[in-house]
């Protein structure tokens, strides 16, 4: 998701109400709320391809692996901004 796709979702919101978060596949009970919102400063990498003929995709801190990966291939890597929200 990025930036411009929540404030949509929020356009509509009431400014007061409370921020929640919960894992993807959780139930909506263990939700908790969230504490803090920081933009992290260091580079994070959003990479994505096939492996093993599957399409994959993930997103971690720092620049991109170096390490070979044998069982990869089509890989594309793009630096990205992150926005963090804490609970």
Known sequence: MKVRDLIGHLR???PDATVMLV????????AEAV???RSDEKTWT????LSKGRPYESL???ERH???RYDCENM???????ILLAT
Do not use: H, K, Q, T
């Open 12 to 14: 509509n919101a009431d």
């Open 23 to 30: 894992s993807y596949d959780a139930p909506e009970e263990d």
């Open 35 to 37: 504490r803090s919102v």
């Open 46 to 49: 959003y990479e994505r391809g």
């Open 60 to 62: 971690y801190r720092g």
């Open 66 to 68: 170096s390490e070979l």
């Open 76 to 82: 594309i890597y793009e630096n990205v901004s992150v």
